[in-house]
């Protein structure tokens, strides 16, 4: 088996060292990561300036990008393979509800996802790494579970998963889970710059508004590992009906002149 590793971290976060330790002996692998945090990038391509890659001391590879950057150009022409699964993470901090939108470690996954590559996006539920040693070996424990019952194939699947922050032996069992929902972001924070320009920092995230039972918000409350299946398709299919009927409508009405 053949893995590609990828973060939002950086390179240097120790999720991604301790996911590349717990991967290296049950699979081939390579670490192809942003040279900074890249975190809430989504799926965010570098299109007018140019990328370059480096290899530090340990082995692991770094793109001055985004993580979607790393992603796409291992797999359009730096790797002269094609691996069997792409894996990012481990974040550090929950990528959970809304959050998914944002996130490039799930942004990263997701460039593998598009490529045809299965793929899972790994976080730790709260920050700061805590008890980061039983999120690698769980994750460890999913990647090789899956691959002994053939779950690694040629068709492609994309998975968020988010681990609480407990000792190994605390963490519960899987759940498969909806997203949750949180409400809508906090204000942002003005501020003046040292030149008296008025400058801004997004808000915080804003609190959790679905955390009913099923889903990841529920789960990993409750102390589980929380595993949602994830799709890129945005087409709101429930709505085309309705949708149809009112482009007829739009396309067969005639403003009037100005």
């Not at 942003?34 to 570098?46: F, G, R």
């Not at 460039?111 to 040693?133: C, N, T």
Request: glycine share 8%; charged share 20%; hydrophobic share 40%.
């Amino acid at each position: 088996m053949k893995i590609l590793i990828s973060n939002d971290d950086g390179y240097l976060a120790p999720g991604i060292v301790a996911l590349y330790e717990a991967l290296k002996d049950i699979a081939e692998v390579d670490v192809i990561a942003p040279e900074q945090n890249n975190s809430a990038k989504s799926n965010a391509l570098t299109l007018h300036s140019p990328l370059y890659v480096h290899r530090a001391a340990n082995g692991f590879r770094f793109v001055n990008g985004t993580p979607a950057d790393c992603v796409h150009i291992a797999l359009s022409g730096l790797l002269n393979y094609r691996p069997d699964l792409v894996v990012s993470g481990i974040n550090n901090g929950a990528n959970m509800g809304d959050d998914t939108i944002y996130s490039g470690t799930v942004g990263a996954a997701m460039e593998g996802f598009l490529f045809g590559v299965p793929a899972i996006a790994f976080s730790q539920v709260e920050k700061d790494w805590v008890h980061l040693d039983s999120a690698a070996r769980k994750a460890r424990e999913l990647v090789l579970s899956m691959q002994q019952q053939q779950l690694i194939t040629p068709t492609p699947w994309l998975l968020n998963v988010n681990i609480p922050n407990r000792p190994f032996a605390e963490i519960g069992s899987m759940k498969l889970c909806r997203l949750g929902k949180r409400h809508a972001a906090e204000k942002v924070i003005p501020q003046r710059s040292p030149r008296g320009e008025t400058m801004y920092w997004i808000g915080a995230a804003g609190p959790v508004k679905d955390d009913a039972e099923g889903t990841d918000f529920h789960a990993t409350a409750q102390g589980h590992m929380a595993m949602t299946p994830l799709k890129v398709d945005l087409t709101d299919h429930d709505s085309l009906g309705y949708w149809a009927q009112t482009a007829a409508r739009l396309t067969s009405h005639t403003p009037p002149a100005p």
